[in-house]
């Protein structure tokens, strides 16, 4: 008896059996490809399109939350400095300048006394100017602190922060800004606010690229109308939350301004394609 097992070959003109069907795509070893893996929290996709002005306050008050104290007490200790300065400078000039009982005839033959609008705008420039310097050596501390949580390294200190203000590059930096702040409120204040909103992540390229103040500038003008659209609803929404704060009493301004600072921070990474640290 044979063992042969081989079948019998098709009779002649008959049609073979189709091949069987394909299987699924498999990856390597015959495994199937597994799932993309999500993104954790708080870590966007780089690049503009990636980019939410929501998610960015989101991110600041997270951050904030995580840890209060490393964010308030340096905030605290910058925001009074700056308060007093402005206060004390504010008050200097208005007595030089402002509290005068001289009287002159205008055009309109009506006794026309005290300081002309010229010589309050004058005052307001100089006030502007001197604030926004002093404003910017100081906070430049809380822009390096911030850029560090959305790298993921630790906050600085109130020590680190004030650090900071000594550095030639801020100083120099807070100059020229200081100088075009007084020459945009000089000419009737909208100049002035357009040049803000232009140069607000000026201190951000020296902090983290340790660019010159010219080249900084620059640099901030360049990365705002290149994302015009997205810095212009994060400013408004920044703004949103500083008045939101001042509303509260006052209070809620030392937890509003670290909050859009390290806001400002993630916007500065994102739009730039860089990478943002995950809040843990």
């Known amino acids: 008896m044979s063992d042969d097992t081989t079948p019998p070959p098709p009779e002649y ?42 998610a960015a306050i989101k991110y600041g008050w997270s951050a904030f939350t995580k840890s209060p104290a490393t964010l308030l007490v340096p905030a605290i200790v910058i925001i009074v400095a700056i308060a007093v300065v402005q206060i004390v400078v504010q008050l200097v000039l208005s007595g030089l300048f402002l509290s005068t009982d001289d009287c002159t005839l205008n055009q309109l033959v009506n006794d026309d006394c005290g300081p002309s609008f010229l010589t309050r705008i004058f005052v307001a420039a100089v006030i502007a100017g001197i604030g926004g310097f002093i404003s910017q050596i100081l906070i430049a501390g809380l822009i390096r602190s911030s850029l560090n949580i959305v790298d993921g390294q630790p906050a600085l200190d109130i020590g680190g922060v004030l650090a900071w203000a000594s550095k030639p590059a801020v100083v120099t930096t807070a100059a020229f800004l200081a100088v075009l702040s007084f020459a945009g409120t000089l000419f009737f204040y909208l100049p002035g606010i357009i040049i803000s909103f232009l140069t607000a992540f000026t201190m951000y390229f020296v902090v983290d690229k340790n660019l010159s103040g010219v080249e900084a500038i620059k640099a901030s003008i360049t990365f705002v109308t ?51 640290a995950p809040l843990s």
């Open 226 to 276: 290149s994302k015009l659209g997205n810095t212009i609803v994060f400013m408004l929404l920044g703004a949103l939350t500083i008045v939101a704060g001042a509303i509260a009493c006052l209070v809620g301004v030392f937890v509003a301004i670290p909050v859009v600072l390290v806001a400002a921070a993630y916007t500065y990474r994102v739009l730039n394609d860089q990478p943002v």
């Open 13 to 54: 003109g008959s049609t073979p059996p189709p091949p069987p069907p394909p299987g699924p795509p498999q990856g390597a070893y015959g495994v199937p490809p597994a799932p993309p893996v999500p993104p954790p929290y708080g870590a966007p996709p780089a690049g503009a399109a990636g980019y939410d002005a929501v």
